[in-house]
């Protein structure tokens, strides 16, 4: 029995954590319930800094939600409430940055190192590779002398 | 080549030093705004006091302030003594009380003295949205034909004012004259 009651008061204070802010907005379009998901997960709350606005409870996300809702009762396109928020925010409030000047180290930085690391690769590889059929193939000139006596030694013998 | 070779890392690693240690000093909390050089935004709102509407007409003629405050936040609290004093000094300040309640908004300017020579009641925060404003204080520098030219968030102190502000205000209210 106290097992269980234990089991179920875990239960119940994890259901909490799960998801932190709930409106009740009713959608005109059930298309429209998935855009705003969608849309308040993209964007960031400008107040509490890493929370998208869909799980802020802070009165600046209620507000953009609230906007959000709106827009879309409007029919606005994704791209415009993006843009409306961006034209406020900046491009702060996007977690999916837009690819401009400033944010292509962003986007191509990482894949840039790693093209770089394999080249780093590419290159210690091929350098070892020639040096060491430099060393097996090639004899000097005094190696191969040694050698021949060495050889003339063992058939003399 | 080779010994160049072997100072990368140390390059590197200096590099990301430097950047990091930057970091160190870096407000988080400080966003650049979006809204620099652009003009300010519409709105025709109640004011404060009285029944006058407010427009964007009446902010311009003179470069100013505008600052968002609201009864609910403490920090605007620290700030006001400060913003009174500069506005005996004559500095043009106009305030926007964000999602506030009138009343208690009312009660603070008798109070504490009000430094605004107008006060916007944005009651729904709506002219708060299209300005972006994520908190309070927030102040704004506007020229003399309404564009805003630089933003500050936080509290004003004297010390802020003297060593970082006053000079922005200055070159506005420069600009200005003929």
């Known amino acids: ?157 | 080549m080779r010994r160049w070779l072997m100072l990368l890392p140390l390059a590197i690693f200096l590099v990301v030093a430097v950047f990091l240690y930057r970091g160190l000093y870096l407000n988080p909390a400080e966003l650049p705004s979006a809204m620099i050089n652009k003009p300010f935004p519409e709105f025709s709102l109640p004011a404060v006091q009285g029944d006058k509407t407010l427009t964007r007409a009446d902010l311009l003629g003179k470069p100013a302030l505008v600052n968002v405050w609201g009864t609910w936040c403490i920090s605007c609290r620290v700030e006001h003594p400060v913003l009174n004093k500069l506005a005996e000094k004559g500095v043009v300040i106009y305030g926007i009380n964000y999602k506030d309640i009138n009343a208690d908004a009312l009660k603070w300017l008798d109070e504490f003295h009000n430094p605004y020579q107008l006060d916007i009641r944005d009651d729904a925060g709506t002219l708060g949205l299209n300005l972006g404003v994520y908190g309070a204080p927030e102040t704004f520098f506007i020229d003399a034909k309404g564009i805003i030219r630089d933003k500050f968030v936080g509290v004003i102190d004297e010390q802020v004012w003297r060593e970082k502000l006053a000079a922005k205000y200055q070159a506005l209210v420069d600009e200005a004259k003929p």
């Open chain 1, 1 to 157: 029995m106290k097992r269980w009651i234990a089991a179920v008061v875990l239960g119940l204070s994890m259901a909490g954590v799960a998801h932190a802010a709930i409106d009740t907005y009713e959608f005109a379009k059930e298309g429209d319930r998935e855009r705003f998901r969608q849309l308040t997960k993209e964007l960031r709350c400008p107040k509490c800094q890493n929370q998208d606005i869909a799980d802020s409870n802070a009165p600046i996300a209620a507000d953009l939600r609230k906007e959000i809702f709106r827009m879309l009762g409007e029919g606005k396109d994704n791209q415009q409430i993006i843009d409306f928020m961006v034209d406020r925010y900046g491009d702060f409030v996007r977690y999916k940055p837009a690819l401009n000047a400033k944010t292509a180290v962003l986007w191509f930085g990482p894949a840039g190192l790693l093209l770089g690391g394999f080249v780093i690769i590419a290159v210690i590889v091929r350098r070892r590779r020639v040096q060491s059929a430099a060393t097996k193939d090639e004899l000097s000139v005094e190696e191969r002398e040694r050698l021949d006596q060495l050889l003339d030694k063992t058939k003399n013998d």
